[in-house]
Nanobody, 120 residues
């Protein structure tokens, strides 16, 4: 599975962005998907995940109520709708394919990342 993340950019605090992750490969539907982020000087952290069935989702406490993860199997895509963005959301965002859990090492495939910058 190859993953291509897009949709990052510069946005003012309080604004919204929608990240997309397009997957290649015939086994996309069998993978859970996750979004992680890494801010400068910090470790990569979990943001959101969705199981392969789409029936269960998980969110980091810091984004609950503001971010929504979804997937569209027919388009082999997963999305991260980010609302009420804060400067502390600034990071490179990565999508990943694996179990669809909050744990990074449970993901086998990683995209290249897309930069989100939130100005105050």
């Amino acid at each position: 599975v190859q993953l291509q993340a897009s949709g990052g950019g510069l946005v003012q605090a309080g604004g919204s962005l929608r990240l997309s992750c397009a997957a290649s490969g015939r086994t996309f539907s069998s993978y859970g998907m996750g979004w992680f982020r890494q801010a400068p000087g910090k470790e990569r952290e979990f943001v959101a995940a969705i199981r392969w069935s789409g029936g269960s989702t998980y969110y980091a406490d810091s984004v609950k109520g503001r971010f929504t993860i979804s997937r569209e199997t027919a388009k082999k895509s997963v999305y991260l709708q980010m609302n009420s963005l804060k400067p502390e959301d600034t990071a490179v965002y990565y999508c990943a394919a694996g179990l669809g859990s909050p744990i990074p090492y449970e993901y086998r495939y990683w995209g290249q990342g897309t930069l989100v910058t939130v100005s105050s």
